[in-house]
Structures are given as structure tokens and as C-alpha cells.
């Protein structure tokens, strides 16, 4: 297997994206990524695009050719795919991308991710999106994502007595590292007070405990380690990769505070990297709600299960904390276009090692994470970054 | 030729619901939603009340203010978009009423919530080109909100008449410019009881981009800024977004209050800036400049600039209420009765 690193990456802002269509952000952060890592067209072997529901939120399938053509990739015949994974899509596309340079198939790669989430209804996205859980067993019965993630909340204050306002942390949190990205959706800071007094979504979940839905696109572009250093001083090593499954439904988990998907993927990615979570200086968990990011932080080791909260309410989870989790702002400040969303906390760790993340800059990183979740947890990617 | 405002008058149904009332019913945070609107409550039309029995009353009160003799009126448009006649017009009842008919010309006008402006822009080619001596514009909406929709906690009624001349002007319309595009941020298609939006969509790539290219446009041709002006008004859906255009356009809470009658009033659609305007018109003296755009959804944006001469010093605002007074002596309604006067209780067999 060859070493891969990522030599490029660009990103369009997150939000609500009236003026652009799909193809114009799949292009603009594509063609960002392509001049970032300052390679020609026809140097691209292939594309794969992370995309949850473009059929459904804007009628269009097919999407990878429509991004290789629109990026004028048509006449070179590049191999295109789209890879589908619900939440997860983004992170699943990188790992698509690594293992095609790392198999020797493929030498340059462009990955991407993108979704167009605000041309539908907020009803219609709503139903959308939950065609990520089971239809038959979930979604039938009236469960959405937050009613799910509202349930795994409240076993979790009940098995470990984390408390209201440490989900309300997480979001203020995430706020205020968003307030320091220009390319987030909220550039503001809250308060506990603007969480804990939001609308009820689904008891214990206010508005400002859900990631918002979002228009947005991101993308990176692959390189055998070795030739790396032709386009650029600071390559990016992905040095693990780990991809795991779990039961689709909620109710058929062992223990619904724990995911048991991101523990393997995690366990996956640190074995091939040779590291233990201990070695992570920056991280890009998948805090599609306040819980998830308190689920996530337990379950990839940062810290014991039940002591997520506490620990964040202790702001051991800044920029300054013990191990800094989502510098972008995360999916709650920088925003959440699902198929993008896995490349987006790419793009932002690449930053981070690159050491050019600015205000938001941790101190030293040497080495980080993503973390990328499908559903309830049915589907988990974790990829390990250094510098190279 | 200066072609302007000779009178004006307006009208408010009494009722009003608070967004709270309207909440209870819905499971919906109405403090919250009042807040975020900047609506303490909105107007309700009795169930004898309509879009013409409004454009009529607020006609009425524009000639009880002038000496105009009704014959003299050649062209008589109603903006509205809740016109009680899918086909018929509501401008012959109105013409009939101030006893403008029957040699003028009549129309019924629909562009959303900027029909009663487009009028204005009409009347004032028609006066302007000698076609007609005077031309009566009117903008007035008993405006539908779908039960426990969003809408429903602005979607009001009134409406305002404006005659429009050039001898004797109380003011002068100096310029009057638009931004228009085919934008479908809100519509509702033929026998659907109630509109359909696009959400947030109605928002910025809408409302906001129409109302400041208008409002840019209309500075850049007139060379001017928020501070020639004494007054401004903007669309009013709610009281969030004109406050937020003014703001964003430099002009102070005392140029805007006055006209800003959404916090009270609620969204009159096409009643809206032609209201404003009045209640600017109400307390304005001679010299007063005064800038208003209206926006309508499909979208577009009408920007007027209007300066009072010193006609008003002579002009009759008494002779009818004003918008304050007429958004006095309120009955406050329970959703109940409310759902009642709106139509909103279906009987079996209807």
C-alpha cells in the first residue's frame, strides 16, 4: 500500500446559498482545491463526490459525471463516482480516494463533497433526511434525526448525569470557534442562555443543540506521499483510515449511548496510523447535535464514557483544551450540507497542520482527526491526518 | 408639470389578535414569535369587512379631504391581492362609491404586496401625460395567512387611496424608479385559499436584495443619502425587516417610526407602504422629504421620492381620521372569533 497525502483543499462558504446552484459549488470548491494544490486538469485520474440526496433535495442524480463535466473534465474521461453514505458520505468519498491512491490505481484524486439542502421546504428536508434511518422500523413510527438523537440524549443524563447545561457547552462552544471561521454559517457567539432558551425541538433538544441545514460544498486533492513535495512544502499525510457499520436502528443497540461505529472505526484508523488518541492534537467530530459531540469524544477515546459533558463544561474541548474539538465551529457553527460535511472537517484539519487556520490556530498540531457519522450511527469514518 | 399626491386617506379594520392568541392555539412560542417579528398584533377584518368595503372607506376619506369634484377622476386603480372577485372588479364598486363613474377608466391591479405603488406609478403617467386630470390609487388587503402557518401570526387588513394630480399637490412626486425579476418567493395559484413561501427564502435573495437595489438605484439617480430625507418607509411584512433596510441604508429611528405601523397593524400586503405613507402624510409639514419603497413578491421593488410642498399648510387633514387615530379604540379578538370573522370555520355543506 502507498502512503497518501492530501495536497490540496478548498471549500465554498457554508449556508444559505441562494445565487448557486449544486454544480456551481461542487465546481467552486473543486477548482479551489485543484489551484490550491496548483495541478492541471489533466493530471486528475479520478473523482469521487460524497453526496447524500441530491435525487431528492434537487432532482438530480448522476452527479459525479455532472461535476466532472461542469469542471471540464469531460473530454479527459476521468473515472467519476458518487459515494453515498447519508452523513457519513463525505468521510466515505475521502476514504474512497485514499484507498484508490493507496491500492496504486490511481495517482492524483480529487475528492469532493457537496450538498444543496435549502431548495426544499424545511418539512421536505426534514423527510429527506430521515431516509438515513430505517424506514420500516423508524421513520414509519414518526421518528426523526432529532427525536433519535432526543432519546440518546436523555439515557445519557440519565446513565451519567450529564446535565442541560453541558449540551448547551457544546454549541456555545462550537459558536464561538465558528465565530473565528470566515467560512462558517454562524460567526457569532451564544450564550448557555441562547441554547437553553431556544425553541423545543425535541425534549431535551432546543434549536440550538441541531446543526443547521446548509448549502455547501468542499474538496481535496490526493497525491502519492512520495510525490507530494512536487505541489507542495506542506503536505498532509493521511496516515489512518477507518470505516465501520452498526445495526441501522437505533432501538437494536446494545447500549444507545455508545456508538459502537465509531469506536471500531476509530480503533481501525489508530491501529494503521499507529497512534492511540492520546497523539491527536485537533479534532472534527461529527456534532450533528450537542449529545453526538459528547457521544463522539467518548467513544474515540478522548475521554472515559459518561465524562463527555463534564469535560466540555470544564473547556477541556477549546482551542486551548486538552484536545481541541471542532476548530471550524463544527457541524453546528460551520454548518452541515451533509455530502460536504465530511470534507469539510478534511479541509479544516489540513488547515489546522498546515498551521494556517489563523485566529482558530492550535498550538503546535501535529496531528488530527475526523470523525464523519451516517444516521444514528449505523455508519462511522474516522481518518487520522499529520504532517508530512 | 409637477405630478403628485393632491389627497390621501386610509382605513384599519378596529379588531386585532395578538401573536400570543395565535400561538396557544398552535403550540407556538407567540412571545417568542412577537419578538422575532417585531408584531405586538395585527389588524382582522370584520366578517362584513373586504378588500373593497376597505379600498371604499379609505377612498371616501381621501375626498372627504379635498374639493376635487369626482367627475374630474379619469383613472381609478386597486392594488390587492386579496380581491373578493376572481372576476369583476373591485375599482368599479370603488368608483361608484365615491361616484367617480362612469367616464373613467377602471382596473384591478396584483403584484403581491406592491399592487397599491404600481398604481401610484400609473396614475402618475396618466396625470403626467394629460391623459386624465386626476387618477385615484389604492392599495388595500384583507391578506390571507394558512392556519398555523408563519404568515398567519403578520397577515392583516387595511388599505390607503391616493389621488393623484398636479394642481394643488399637499406633495410632489419627484421620482419614482423599480427593480423588478422573476423571483418565486411566495405565490398563491387560482382557487388555493391560501398562499404558499418559500420560507427563509423570502428573505434576502427577496425581500431584501429588491428593496435595497430599489432603494440604491433611486439615491444614485437623485444623488442623495438617508440624511436629505425627514422620512422613510419601507415594505412591511413585519417590523424586523423595514428595521433592518433602514438600518442597513443609514436612516434613525426617527425617520422610520412613524411610517413603520407593522408592530401594530401587522402585514397589510398591498395596504402596506400606501399606510405608511399616510401616517408620514398625517404628521409631515411643508419641505418634508420623504423616501418609501415598496417590495411585492414575484418580486419587485417600487421607490418613490416624495416631497411635501406647501399645499399641506392649507390641506384639510382633518376633515378625516388619521392612521393613529384609526388605529385607536381597538377590540382585541380571541382565535376563536378570529377564525370566525376570517372564514376559517368550515360549515358542513360549504
Given amino acids: 500500500m502507498r502512503r497518501v497525502a492530501i495536497i490540496g483543499v478548498g471549500a465554498t462558504e457554508f449556508g444559505e446559498l441562494w445565487d448557486s446552484s449544486f454544480r456551481d ?11 490550491d494544490a496548483k495541478i492541471n486538469a489533466d493530471q486528475i485520474d479520478a473523482l469521487y463526490v460524497g453526496n447524500m440526496s441530491a435525487g431528492r433535495f434537487i432532482e438530480q442524480e448522476h452527479i459525479a459525471a455532472l461535476i466532472a463535466d461542469y469542471s471540464g473534465l469531460a473530454r479527459d474521461h476521468i473515472a467519476a463516482t458518487r459515494v453515498e453514505a447519508a452523513g457519513a458520505s463525505g468521510g466515505l468519498a475521502l476514504r474512497q480516494g485514499f484507498l484508490a491512491v493507496a491500492s496504486g490505481l490511481h495517482d492524483i484524486v480529487v475528492v469532493g463533497g457537496a450538498e444543496k439542502m435549502l431548495d426544499v421546504s424545511d418539512v421536505e428536508s426534514s423527510i429527506i433526511q430521515s431516509a438515513a434511518l430505517d424506514q420500516e422500523w423508524e421513520t414509519v413510527l414518526g421518528a426523526t434525526y432529532p427525536a433519535l438523537y432526543a432519546l440518546i440524549a436523555k439515557r445519557h443524563m440519565h446513565e451519567y448525569g450529564t446535565t442541560r447545561e453541558q449540551l448547551a457547552d457544546v454549541a456555545v462552544k462550537n459558536h464561538r470557534h465558528g465565530s473565528l471561521n470566515p467560512k462558517a454559517q454562524f460567526r457569532r457567539e451564544i450564550t448557555r442562555e441562547t441554547v437553553m432558551g431556544s425553541p423545543m425541538v425535541a425534549s431535551p433538544l432546543r434549536m440550538f443543540d441541531c446543526a443547521p441545514s446548509s448549502d455547501g460544498a468542499a474538496a481535496v486533492v490526493l497525491c502519492p506521499l512520495d ?89 477541556l474541548t477549546g482551542l486551548e483544551g486538552e484536545i481541541a474539538v471542532n476548530t471550524s465551529g463544527g457541524l453546528k457553527a460551520r454548518g452541515d450540507p451533509i455530502g460536504a460535511t465530511g470534507l469539510a472537517q478534511a479541509v479544516e484539519i489540513v488547515t ?14 501535529n496531528v488530527g482527526l475526523t470523525h464523519n457519522v451516517g444516521g444514528t450511527g449505523a455508519t462511522a469514518v474516522v481518518h487520522l491526518f499529520r504532517r508530512g | 408639470m409637477k405630478v403628485g399626491i393632491v389627497s390621501y386617506g386610509a382605513y384599519v379594520p378596529r379588531y386585532r389578535i395578538t401573536p400570543e392568541e395565535i400561538g396557544k392555539v398552535w403550540g407556538t412560542d407567540g412571545k417568542a414569535m412577537s419578538k422575532g417579528l417585531m408584531i405586538n398584533c395585527k389588524s382582522v377584518p370584520s366578517p362584513d369587512e373586504d378588500t373593497i368595503t376597505i379600498a371604499v372607506e379609505a377612498a371616501r376619506n381621501m375626498m372627504r379631504r379635498c374639493d376635487v369634484n369626482p367627475r374630474d377622476i379619469g383613472a381609478l386603480y386597486v392594488g390587492s391581492e386579496s380581491h373578493p372577485y376572481a372576476v369583476k372588479p373591485t375599482g368599479t364598486i370603488v368608483a361608484e362609491a365615491i361616484e367617480a363613474a362612469p367616464n373613467l377608466t377602471v382596473a384591478d391591479y396584483e403584484f403581491a404586496c406592491k399592487a397599491g405603488t404600481a398604481a401610484i406609478q400609473t396614475c402618475m403617467g396618466l396625470v403626467g401625460s394629460g391623459m386624465v386630470k386626476y387618477g385615484v390609487a389604492i392599495g388595500a388587503d384583507t391578506s390571507q395567512g394558512a392556519p398555523g402557518d408563519a404568515l398567519e401570526f403578520s397577515a392583516s387588513a387595511g388599505g390607503a387611496a391616493f389621488l393623484i394630480g398636479s394642481e394643488n399637490v399637499i406633495a410632489t412626486i419627484d421620482k419614482t424608479c423599480s427593480y423588478t425579476t422573476d423571483t418565486p418567493d411566495f405565490w398563491r395559484r387560482e382557487g388555493e385559499m391560501y398562499p404558499r413561501h418559500g420560507g427563509r427564502f423570502t428573505g434576502e435573495p427577496a425581500y431584501f436584495k429588491h428593496i435595497m437595489s430599489a432603494a440604491k438605484q433611486m439615491m444614485s439617480c437623485m444623488n442623495t443619502t438617508a440624511k436629505d430625507y425627514t422620512y422613510a418607509v419601507f415594505h412591511q411584512p413585519n417590523g424586523k425587516f423595514p428595521s433592518r433596510v433602514a438600518k442597513q441604508l443609514g436612516f434613525a429611528d426617527p425617520q422610520v417610526l412613524p411610517g413603520l405601523l407593522a408592530p401594530t397593524i401587522g402585514n397589510t400586503y398591498s395596504g402596506a407602504v400606501p399606510l405608511g405613507l399616510s401616517a408620514i402624510l398625517d404628521e409631515a409639514k411643508p419641505g418634508d422629504r420623504i423616501f418609501a419603497v415598496a417590495y411585492g413578491s414575484g418580486a419587485g421593488s417600487d421607490a418613490f421620492d416624495i416631497t411635501v410642498t406647501d399645499e399641506m399648510a392649507r390641506f384639510h387633514r382633518e376633515k378625516a381620521p388619521t392612521v393613529k387615530e384609526l388605529n385607536s379604540n ?21
Fill in chain 1, 25 to 35: 459549488i461542487g465546481i467552486e470548491a473543486g477548482l479551489a482545491a485543484v489551484a
Fill in chain 1, 227 to 315: 510525490e507530494a513535495r512536487k505541489f507542495t512544502d506542506v503536505p498532509i499525510e493521511i496516515i489512518g483510515s477507518g470505516q465501520a457499520s452498526d445495526t441501522l436502528s437505533l432501538h437494536h443497540r446494545r447500549d444507545i449511548c455508545t456508538m459502537e461505529a465509531t469506536k471500531a472505526a476509530a480503533q481501525r484508523a489508530f491501529k494503521m496510523a499507529g497512534l492511540t488518541h492520546k497523539d491527536v492534537d485537533v479534532a472534527e467530530v461529527h456534532d450533528n447535535f450537542t449529545i453526538s459531540e459528547i457521544l463522539a469524544i467518548e467513544d474515540l477515546g478522548f475521554f472515559a464514557k459518561g465524562q463527555g459533558g463534564k469535560a466540555t463544561e470544564a473547556g
Fill in chain 1, 352 to 365: 489546522q497542520l498546515r498551521g494556517k487556520a489563523e485566529k482558530r490556530q492550535v498550538k503546535d498540531a
Fill in chain 2, 330 to 350: 381597538l377590540k382585541f379578538l380571541d382565535y376563536a372569533t378570529y377564525a370566525k370573522f376570517r372564514g376559517k370555520i368550515l360549515l358542513g355543506g360549504d
